[in-house]
């Protein structure tokens, strides 16, 4: 199976379409921390200030700061965020 029927037709569920970072490397000892999830109704910028002091641990790393964004968001900010 290659494609998979979503909101918006068909789409790949190969992992190179999928998976947004692939080549993202976690540091040693590198544990996920836990997120407060967007919805799209609060304020973005308090938000933003909150991802970013909970992956303080990433070292600052951009790419980790993008590939785990959409962990910290729901709803329709997640939807937005894939499309």
């Keep these: 199976m290659r494609n998979l029927q979503g909101f918006g037709g068909y789409k790949s569920v190969l992992y ?3 998976c947004m970072f692939p080549d993202v490397n976690l540091p040693p000892g590198f544990r996920m921390p ?3 999830k967007y919805n799209g109704h609060d304020d973005p910028v308090a938000h933003l200030r909150h991802y970013y ?3 303080r641990g990433a070292g600052g790393k951009e790419e980790l700061l ?3 964004f959409s ?3 729901l ?3 997640s939807k937005w965020f894939v499309d």
């Design 34 to 36: 836990k997120f407060e």
């Design 53 to 55: 002091n909970h992956l």
């Design 66 to 68: 993008m590939a785990y």
């Design 71 to 73: 962990e910290s968001i």
């Design 16 to 18: 190179n379409d999928l």
């Design 75 to 77: 709803g329709l900010a």
